[in-house]
């Protein structure tokens, strides 16, 4: 079966555009994740979707950020204005359950998008 | 909030077990442990989970001690496609997880 995917793999932007970066989680998938990954550095945790709903958005590293899901499936990660800082590889994942729980809470990562805002 | 402390980075020869150690002091009753392997330009991909004792799967091991304020994932017999970074994870039912920066191993021929 088909993985995660995203979309597009690469984004290269200016400064103070805004961009959509998408996620197609693993069918049947409920808990969707969004983490931020800057060079040589380690995962940083944006939001978790279950089902459409995301039950903590404190992640969010501004209100430039925002995500949305629908219909228990697709997720669109959306920056306005983007910033310099915001260059990084955006991470993808989705578990059959969610985080807490003894089973279904393997995520399962996506390539990636990697945006570079100029 | 159950952040983690792990080594930087770790070098080992091919053959050798290697064992990463992961500090979680403030672990909460409902929390796992949770290990995950990110090779460059790839998401990470999942190893092992425990919540107490020892985990053993056809990968590696995952050693966890009473207290649980710790946890060992230990690779048997590294080889050089072992080389990447090796996250520890705690998570809940609840939000925020947190990765940390994870550990660099380095296997040497």
Known sequence: GAGVSQSPSNKVTEKGKDVELRCDPISGHTALYWYRQSLGQGLEFLIYFQGNSAPDKSGLPSDRFSAERTG???STLTIQ???QEDSAVYLCASSLNGPGGWSGNEQFFGPGTRLTVL | LAKTTQ????????GQEVNITCS???IATNDY???YQQFPSQGPRFIIQGYKTKVTNEVASLFIPADRKSSTLSLPRVS???TAVYYCLVQTGANNLFF???TRLTVIP
């Open chain 1, 72 to 74: 228990g499936s697709v």
């Open chain 1, 81 to 83: 204005r983007t910033q």
């Open chain 2, 7 to 14: 080594p930087i980075s770790m070098d080992s020869y091919e």
């Open chain 2, 24 to 26: 979680h002091n403030n």
């Open chain 2, 33 to 35: 442990i949770t290990w």
């Open chain 2, 80 to 82: 050089l496609s072992d």
């Open chain 2, 100 to 102: 940390g920066t994870g």
